[in-house]
């Protein structure tokens, strides 16, 4: 299972850190990433990372979001810096083996956490 956590409320131009927990699993063996769904809006990449491998990150938060993991609390993060109201949804985040080609796409994953809501106001 996973546990996402650590959303909230913020100001624009504010961080958050996301946290994603694993329990029955072990991380070190999957790709795990972020996803986000925003009102109205299908569910959308954010980031992702596996072990041995360069992250990933949606071309809206390159600069901005940075994905790591701590495989010994077996927990993987999202820090999210420079956050704009566009940036306001709930945030996801999953797991599995996937190729690599196939890391935005949400259907390719089995593991999901219950999404914590993250809202910039502006």
């Known amino acids: 299972q996973l546990q996402a956590s650590g959303g909230g409320l913020v100001q624009a131009g504010g961080s958050l850190r996301l946290s994603c927990a694993a329990s029955?699993?072990?991380?070190?063996?999957?790709?795990t990433s972020w996803f986000r769904q925003a009102p109205g809006k299908e569910r959308e990449f954010v980031a992702a990372t596996r072990s041995s491998a360069y992250p990933a990150y949606a071309d809206s938060v390159k600069g901005r979001y940075i994905i790591s993991r701590d495989f010994a609390k077996n927990t993987v993060y999202l820090q999210m810096d420079s956050l704009k109201p566009e940036d306001t949804a709930v945030y996801y985040c999953a797991t599995a083996r996937v190729v690599r080609s196939s890391w935005p796409d949400p259907q390719q994953y089995l593991y999901w956490g219950q999404g914590t809501l993250v809202t910039v106001s502006s």
């Open positions: 029955g699993l072990s991380l070190r063996d999957y790709t």
